[in-house]
Structures are given as C-alpha cells and as structure tokens.
C-alpha cells in the first residue's frame, strides 16, 4: 500500500491520483535548481576546500592513501567514502574540482530534499501548517538571526564531508520515520538504525555520532512508553549501546576524527560567536526538541503513529544534536577532550533542526476543528518543492561567492598541462603562485601546487595561503604565474614559456635577483615593488594596492644607500582598515624614535620629519607602525580571517 497520507485518527489514505508523480517533477527541477547553483559557484573561501581536493585529486591519481604523507598530512587520516565518490565523479569529468563540487552538490540538494518531504509525516491540513511555518522560519532566520543551516557548511568554512554526513543523516531520520509509519515501533527500527549510523562515519564522524544518539533515543522513548515491558526494553538499549559504542570506538574513522578535533581550527559561525552562546543555543533546542518527545510519548500509546510521528522522530534527531554538543562543551571545559572548533560545528544541525521542530510544534498544537476539518489537504504534492525553494533562496542563492567554479577548473586544467608538460620540472620544488582568481587566488595556488603538483606542507606551501612570501626563497625552482597579475614575477627576462590564460613559468632564481633591501627614493609595496621578505617585519603578502599591517606592530628596515644624504622626510601612503568606523590609530617611529600620530578613516598621504641624527644615506632607516586598534575580520564578523589587521602600506616615499 502507498503511503499516503493520515487522518487526524491516524487512518491510512492513498495519496491523491498523479499527486506523487507532480510532486516529484517539481521537487526533481527544484532540487536541479539547487545543485546547478551550488555547483557552480564556490562560497566558502577557505583552506578546507584545498585540503578536500588535495585528497580527492590523491586518490583520482593514485586509488590508495598512505598511513601518512608530507603532502595529505592529516588528510591522510580522514574519513574518505565521500572522498572516494567524489574521485570517481571527477575521473568521469576529468576534474577533481568538479568531482568535489558534484559531490557536494548532491550532498545539499539530498539533505534538503529530506527536510522538504518532513510534511508528507503530517496528516491533513496540519500539513499545511508545518509547510507554512518552516518557510516563514527560514526567511525570519534570513533577516533576523542568521543562523548558519544545513547547507552553510559550503559558506566560508567549506565543511563538504560534514555536509556530506548530513546528508547520511536526514536519510537515517526519514528512513527511521517511514519504517515505524508502516510497521509501527518495533526494537528493531531503532536498534538497526543506531548499528548503520556508525557505517557513516567513513563519511565523517560527527552525523554518524548524531545518528547513533537518535537511534538510541528512539529505543528509549519506545521503552518508556511501554510500562509492562519498560524494563526489559531499557535492558534492550543498554546492551545496543555497548556494542554501539564499541563498533564506534573500533572505527577506523574515530580515533582519526577524535585526534583531528582536538586542534582547535576555523569554524566561522554567523551568529553564534561564543561559546555562551552556542550553550544557551544548544538549551534552547533540546527545550523543543523535548517539546516534541513529550507530546509524542503522550500520544503514542496508540497503536497507529498519526500525527506525532513527525514529533517523535525530530524530537530524537534534534535532542541527540542537543545533548551531543552540550556534552561536548562539558568535556572541553572539565574533561580537557576536544575544542571549540569540535562544538560550533554542531550548530548547523542545531539551528535547521529547531526550525523544523518549532513548525512542528505549531503544526501539532493546531486546535482539531481548524486542523482536522479535511482528511486530504489541497495541494499537497506543492509541499516539499516550496521548502526546497525556500531553503535555496533563503541559503545560499544570494550569498556572496568566492569565485565561479569555471575558473578554478580552467586553472586544474592549465596546471595540469604544464606539469605534463615537464616545463616545471628540476632539481627544487615547484609552485603555483599569485592567480588572480575571484576572492580564491591564495587558496587557488595553494591547491593546485599541493594537489596538482603533490608539493608537500611546508613554510613555503603555506606561504601561497597566506600571500605571504617564500621563507626560503633560494630553494624555490620554477614557478607557474600569471603574466598580469605581479609584475615582479611576469618578468620577462625570467620567463620560459606561456601558457593559456596568461599564465608563464618562470625561474623564481632569477625573479630574487631583482630584489634589494637597500633604501630606496620610492619603496613600493604592492605586489609590483622589489621590497623583499627580509626587510618586513609583520606584514601580510604583497597585494597589487599593498601589504596589510598584521599585528599590532609592523616594521620596514633598510640599508644605507649613498644616493639618499639629504633626506629630511618620509611620506607613507596608508589605509585604514577600520570596519567599525571608529578609526584606525597609528603611531609612526623611525629608528625608534616617536616622529608621527595620526587616527585614519580614509587613504591618506602622512608626512614625517625624520628624527634628528637620522642618516639614511650611511646608516639606513628602520619604520616602525605601532597600531593599537588593529582588528580582525574574524573579530569583526565579517569572514574567517584571523589576521589583525592595522593598515595598508602602499609606499615610503624619501625626499
């Protein structure tokens, strides 16, 4: 028998003649909408989205991960089915980076498929309700709270196997719905589920941890709404979670998972910035989601789910999220096990599940004459495409993005090309350096000289993350560029060979001849100056408009240079990164000496007189920036980036 849909009594009906034909159409050219908008942009800018393609492109080339390796470093460890999937989708288009986004595209369109069917568990009119109630959540969520879905894992923070796992999980929950629907509680639903949610921590280990609490919670609340059996049934949970939590221990995936969020990395939370938040948060949904067990519990005695078996099923799945991240909270604080990074990461569960169960809750305390006045509601089958609507447009259609996927696979494609052709290869290490490409350029050149060209993690490597330059210069071989973006490493005389797009190979030997840390009439500190590495101290990498302070102090030092005698002023074009419009101060000092102050708000030319005693001809010149406000953009709420930043430094100026 079909499905259907329930009665207010919890009578089973068929659906509608053509109803799940035209709600699957829709749904089908929605979740296609979706996945094309996903696929073909990245958000999330960050070093993740590297990391998950170096391991994709390992397995695409090699089929097999080592225990460990200099190039992988923890991503030889990670969960990989995921990873796995993605490296056939990519050998199919010959892309690692579509294989990757295919991948995580499917992973969003699947998890939001799950929660746009959820009103299919709600008989009549209640249906109707919940629809309404969810898409008025979203949106309120949009303008109002910001809280970070399910689906945002892709924005900024690029969690694609945590999304991935989320994926597995919304499955397991409406897998576990529909099964009681049609057989009614039984041990085994919950047992069974409990036993698969630890198969999926080869995809990542934090659904899979959710998936057994829900399934655990399921065998409870069944225990507990059975008084002559209660005992032996709560006997039944006891031993599932022993063996649970043993098949779970024995994991391949969890002591790697557990060594990995002991480091506390980057996890950017749009509203939720500290940990008294993300509690009170985590109270506040295992409030509702306790809401929905007791309401369900109730009512559940009868012999027929009816209308809370909706309630009963988010109620687990949230509460598990709840309780799981409350937990963990509790071990950081008391136990020393896990860090931050670990906890925020249950916040996208969180924050999707509270909004199905609040629409839940009003769906199901609907008084029976509004709610129970049709046995079949109208237009049923448009339900699950309007919440999938409303998640895309409300997620992630108008969030900003990093950079189109087109681009970063016409780079693959370039980076490829030239390393097959050998045009890189030598003695010294190769790299991919300064691609102008969207909001991606850093992260584009990292991926591509780690994944692509299988260098290893070094200070050089990150160096490409953090735009900053080589830390040992002299050991850099041949490096692919763009002819347009650097001026210094579009030399000429340095190039042997051009590519498509711009792009050329050259000898970075030749590029660090050019070079000099003796003071200059007109240092220039964009990416088309000469300053080199050893005359900066604490500033970010060459920009083509400058260098970002980074720090609360920076310094700029050069040699004597008999050219300069007479100089008596120095005139620093500066930039204030002020993203709370009060003003960035700084103070200037030459050879220690305090020689300005000013508080910008805007670009500005600032004049100094240089001390007296200063010779800059003979001795040099030191420039100290001391920047008291300097801020983060991670501190400030706007991305996950965790440089202090004070200014922009375009030039010095000796006159």
């Not at 089915?81 to 986004?101: T, W």
């Not at 309404?132 to 969520?141: Q, T």
């Not at 069974?192 to 949610?197: C, H, N, Q, R, V």
């Not at 200037?588 to 010779?615: C, E, F, K, W, Y």
Request: aromatic share 8%; hydrophobic share 50%; net charge neutral.
């Amino acid at each position: 028998m079909s499905p259907g849909t329930f009665t207010e009594s919890g009578t089973k009906l068929r659906a509608l003649p053509g109803e799940r034909l035209l709600a699957g159409v829709l749904l089908t050219l929605v979740a296609f909408v979706a996945f094309w908008g996903t696929t073909s942009a990245i958000y999330g800018a960050s070093a993740d989205f590297a990391h998950h393609y170096a391991l994709i492109q390992w397995i695409w080339t090699h089929w097999s991960v080592p225990d460990s390796s200099p190039v992988l470093a923890e991503m030889a460890i990670y969960p990989r089915y995921s990873h796995v999937f993605a490296a056939v989708i990519g050998g199919i288009f010959g892309s690692s980076v579509i294989g990757l986004q295919v991948a995580a595209g499917l992973s969003l369109v699947v998890a939001w498929g799950v929660a746009a069917l959820t009103p299919r568990l709600l008989p009549g009119m209640r249906s109707w309700v919940y629809t309404l109630a969810v898409i008025a959540l979203i949106a309120i969520n949009r303008y109002t709270l910001k809280l970070d879905l399910i689906g945002h894992e892709l924005v900024i923070n690029y969690f694609y196997s945590q999304l991935a796992g989320q994926a597995c999980f919304l499955l397991l929950v409406l897998a576990g719905a529909l099964c009681e629907r049609r057989w009614g509680r039984h041990v085994g639903i919950g047992a069974g589920l409990t036993l698969i949610a630890i198969l999926t921590a080869g995809v990542h280990l934090l659904p899979a941890i959710e998936g057994m609490g829900y399934g655990m919670l399921l065998l409870a609340t069944s225990a507990l709404m059975e008084p002559g059996k209660r005992i032996k049934r709560l006997a039944v949970v006891a031993v599932v979670g022993v063996i649970a939590a043993g098949l779970l221990l024995k994991h391949p995936a969890f002591a790697a998972m557990r060594a990995i969020s002991e480091n506390n990395g980057g996890a950017f939370l749009h509203s939720l910035s500290t940990m008294r938040e993300l509690v009170i948060f985590a109270v506040v949904c295992l409030t509702a989601s306790v809401a929905l067990i007791v309401m369900s519990m109730r009512a559940g005695r009868t012999a027929s789910p009816g209308k809370y078996l909706l309630a009963r099923h988010l109620g687990c799945a949230s509460a598990a999220i709840a309780l799981l991240c409350l937990m963990q909270m509790v071990l950081l604080l008391h136990g020393g096990g896990g860090s931050e990074y670990a906890c925020r990461k249950y916040a996208f569960g969180m924050a999707t599940f509270l909004i199905l169960d609040i629409a839940a809750l009003i769906a199901l305390l609907v008084p029976e004459r509004f709610a129970g006045s049709r046995s079949h509601a109208p237009l049923r089958w448009l339900q699950p495409s309007l919440i999938l609507w409303a998640l895309w447009i409300f997620t992630l259609a108008h969030t900003h993005k990093s950079a189109d996927t087109a681009d970063v696979v016409r780079m693959e494609s370039i980076t490829r090309l030239v390393n097959d052709s050998g045009a890189l290869e030598g003695p010294l290490p190769k790299y991919v350096a300064r691609i102008p490409i969207g909001e991606m350029g850093n992260i584009v050149t990292y991926m591509m000289s780690m994944g692509v060209l299988e260098q290893p993690r070094s200070p050089d490597l990150m160096a490409l993350l953090t735009n900053t330059e080589f830390q040992e210069p002299d050991k850099i071989g041949k490096v692919l560029t763009s002819t347009s973006a650097d001026a210094v490493l579009s030399s000429p005389e340095c190039s042997s060979g051009h590519y498509p797009g711009g792009l050329t190979v050259l000898d970075y030997a030749c590029v660090q001849r050019k070079f000099s840390d003796t003071c200059a009439a007109a240092a220039d500190f964009t990416s088309a100056g000469f300053v080199p590495g050893r005359s900066i101290k604490g500033f970010s990498g060459a920009e083509t408009d400058g260098r970002w302070t980074e720090g609360n102090s920076s310094a700029y030092a050069c040699k004597g240079n008999p050219e300069l005698a007479r100089v008596t002023t120095a005139t620093l074009t500066l930039e204030p990164f002020d993203p709370l419009h009060t003003g960035q101060t700084v103070d200037v000092l030459i050879n220690g000496s305090q020689a300005a102050h000013a508080v910008l708000h805007d670009r500005q030319a600032i004049d100094v007189t240089l001390p007296a005693g200063t010779d800059v001809a003979k001795d040099g010149m030191t420039v100290e920036l001391r920047l008291p406000d300097a801020i983060s953009p991670l501190k400030a709420g706007i991305n996950t980036d965790a440089r202090v930043l004070g200014v922009k430094l375009h030039s010095i100026t000796l006159h």
